[in-house]
């Protein structure tokens, strides 16, 4: 009985290591809070969330790992970001792992993408969306800035 009890800790143990630790600090390596040298996309989450968010354009990607058309999303998002670094903020939200912001925004369909201005959904998309028609929500949201 003891083996099965350490057997269960063990692969308990494993799977949290996978999972990100109050979203700025996590056990794996490739989940990050900021955009990297090698990328303009800022990682989101339910405790970042909002002060990601209230101030300025801030194009939100509500996606999952597992989504096929999320990962056909991902390198236009990339693009968006490159196109737009220094005027817009650009970032990722994993619905799987941000249950809570995803339900407050009633997203039901992935990918998902939001548009937000100080801190309110401007525009929305579902579903794959060409780089050209994002950065055309954004560049709206931007012209009407205070």
């Known amino acids: 009985m003891k083996t099965t009890a350490a057997a269960a800790v063990t692969v308990l143990l494993s799977f949290l290591a996978l999972l990100p630790i109050g979203c700025g600090k996590a056990a794996n390596p490739n989940h990050t809070t900021e955009a990297t040298s090698s990328s303009a996309v800022v990682t ?3 405790t970042n969330f909002a002060a990601q968010t209230k101030q300025g354009v801030v194009l939100v990607d509500f996606f999952a790992t597992w989504c096929p058309p999320c990962r056909q ?7 968006v970001a ?7 903020v650009v970032g ?4 799987d792992l941000a249950p809570e912001t995803a ?6 369909g992935i990918p998902a993408l939001i548009v937000f201005r ?10 794959v969306t060409e780089a050209d028609e994002l950065v055309a929500a954004i560049t709206s949201a931007l012209a009407v800035q205070p």
């Open 103 to 108: 339900r407050r925004f009633r997203i039901d």
């Open 82 to 88: 490159e196109q737009l670094r220094g005027r817009a």
């Open 44 to 46: 989101l989450c339910d």
């Open 92 to 95: 990722k939200l994993d619905v």
């Open 118 to 127: 100080n801190g309110e959904p401007v525009k929305q998309f579902v579903g």
């Open 73 to 79: 999303q991902g390198p236009i998002v990339e693009k």
